[in-house]
C-alpha cells in the first residue's frame, strides 16, 4: 500500500521541549515538504527537500529543523526556539509538478 | 510567502446545487493543483492542471486552468453531504531546483441535506 505515512496523529509536549514529527514515504519521490497550519491560513511551507542529504528552507523555517538521510524520510524537529509551535503540520511529497500530502500530526504544546 | 486570491471564503448550500469557487493570483503559475481537506485530516488531492486552458473533469468535478495562467476555478455539480470541506487551491511555479506550492486561504463549504 503506497502512501505517506506521519506518526504520531497527535503530540503534546512541555513548553522548552524539542520534539520530533516523523514523516515517511513508499512512493520512491525524490522531494519531500513540511508545511505548517494554522486556523484562518493557508498552507505555510517549512522546509524542503529536493533529493537525499539536500533541503532548503521554506518561507517560515525559524525554530525548525530537518534531515533527509534517507529518500523514504523526512523528520521535522520543532525546537525550543518556535514560538508559536502548537499547529497542525502536514508534510507531502511531489512527483513531477504534483504535490501529495500525509495525514498530519497535530502539535499542542502545553 | 505569497498568497492566492480565492473566493469564496465559505458557502452554504442545499444538497443537489452546483457550487463554484475561483483562485485568482498576480502572478503566472505552471500548474494549478485542487485539493479537499476534511477536518484533522491531510489535503487530499482533487484535481491538476498543467497547461493553459485545460478544463479536466473529475466525477461531479470540473476545473479549469485560466487562459492567463493567473487564474483557475473549480465547480462541483449536483452536491451531496459528503462534499462537506474545506477546499484548497494551489499554484505551483516550477524550473530549475525550485518547485514551490503557493496556496489559496480555503473555501469552507457546508451542504445542507
Known amino acids: 500500500d503506497g502512501g505517506i505515512t506521519q506518526s504520531p496523529k497527535y503530540l503534546f509536549r512541555k513548553e522548552g521541549q524539542n520534539v520530533t514529527l516523523s514523516c515517511e514515504q513508499n512512493?520512491?519521490?525524490?522531494?519531500m515538504y513540511w508545511y505548517r497550519q494554522d486556523p484562518g491560513q493557508g498552507l505555510r511551507l517549512i522546509y524542503y527537500?529536493?533529493?537525499?542529504?539536500?533541503?532548503q528552507k521554506g518561507d517560515i523555517a525559524e525554530g525548525y529543523s530537518v534531515s533527509r538521510e534517507k529518500k523514504e524520510s523526512f523528520p521535522l524537529t520543532v525546537t525550543s526556539a518556535q514560538k508559536n509551535p502548537t499547529a497542525f503540520y502536514l508534510c507531502?511529497?511531489?512527483?513531477?509538478?504534483?504535490?501529495?500530502f500525509g495525514p498530519g500530526t497535530r502539535l499542542t504544546v502545553l | 510567502g505569497q498568497q492566492l486570491n480565492q473566493s469564496p471564503q465559505s458557502m452554504f448550500i442545499q444538497e443537489g446545487e452546483d457550487v463554484s469557487m475561483n483562485c485568482t493570483s498576480s502572478?503566472?503559475?505552471?500548474?494549478w493543483l485542487w485539493y479537499k481537506q476534511d477536518p484533522g485530516e491531510g489535503p487530499v488531492l482533487l484535481i491538476a492542471?498543467?497547461?493553459?486552458?485545460e478544463l479536466t473533469s473529475n466525477g461531479r468535478l470540473t476545473a479549469q486552468f485560466g487562459i492567463t495562467r493567473k487564474d483557475s476555478f473549480l465547480n462541483i455539480s449536483a452536491s451531496i453531504p459528503s462534499d462537506v470541506g474545506i477546499y484548497f487551491c494551489?499554484?505551483?511555479?516550477?524550473?530549475?531546483?525550485?518547485?514551490?506550492?503557493?496556496f489559496g486561504k480555503g473555501t469552507l463549504l457546508t451542504v445542507n441535506p
Open positions: 512512493l520512491n519521490h525524490d522531494a
Open positions: 527537500s529536493q533529493i537525499v542529504n539536500d533541503f
Open positions: 502572478s503566472i503559475f505552471n500548474t
Open positions: 507531502a511529497s511531489r512527483v513531477t509538478d504534483t504535490q501529495y
Open positions: 492542471l498543467y497547461k493553459a486552458g
Open positions: 494551489a499554484g505551483q511555479t516550477s524550473g530549475g531546483s525550485n518547485y514551490k506550492l503557493t
